[in-house]
């Protein structure tokens, strides 16, 4: 098989909004011409879906919101318990919440108004304006460190490392990093 020659220059700075983590994280390293590739032997799916992985910049003028531990993979926004903390969301902030049609992950990174710190979490929901946010598996890291840790239920990796964002298949511009897949 033949590969395209994708000899385009490496940018000298990248925004880490739209190309986020340390050069070296296991996002954006490259493997090197000794990698070996092994087949996986992953089955074909009987299913075939895809996962929007939700990234939300957040603004010290936003109102603090309960942010609450999801309550069951069907109904999320039946959560009671707190996370102990508040996160400055607009009100206009919504995500929809799972049902027995549709149980997405609903991953979610919030880049905290320090520009750098990350808060993420899965099984997300927010149905309400201006109401409470209830997800699962909170942790932070930050948009220029390692990008390992994350929100994403069976792995704990990134709730947005490997993501194809806005235009990156429909610009000039080759995708400079790992692709995440669910599994």
Request: aromatic share 8%; no cysteine; net charge positive.
């Amino acid at each position: 098989m033949q590969y395209k020659n994708t000899s385009a220059k490496q940018p000298a700075s990248r925004n880490p909004l739209l190309w986020p983590f340390a050069f070296n994280s296991i996002w954006n390293a490259p493997i090197g011409s000794k990698a070996k590739y092994v087949d996986a032997k992953i089955k074909a799916s009987l299913v075939l879906s895809t996962d929007v992985d939700h990234f939300f910049a957040l603004n010290d003028d936003d109102p603090n919101r309960d942010v609450i531990r999801y309550g069951r993979w069907r109904d999320r926004s039946s959560g009671t318990k707190d996370f102990g903390y508040d996160l400055p969301l607009p009100d206009e902030l919504l995500i929809p919440d799972a049902n027995e049609k549709s149980r997405p992950n609903n991953a979610v990174a919030f880049l905290m108004p320090d520009g750098d710190k990350l808060i993420q979490f899965n099984a997300a929901a927010r149905e309400k304006i201006g109401g409470k946010f209830y997800g699962a598996q909170s942790s932070s890291e930050t948009l220029t460190g390692t990008g390992i840790r994350g929100g994403h239920g069976g792995s704990g990796l990134s709730s947005i490392g490997g993501t194809i964002r806005l235009g990156a298949l429909t610009n000039d511009e080759p995708i400079r990093h790992a692709l995440k897949i669910n599994l």
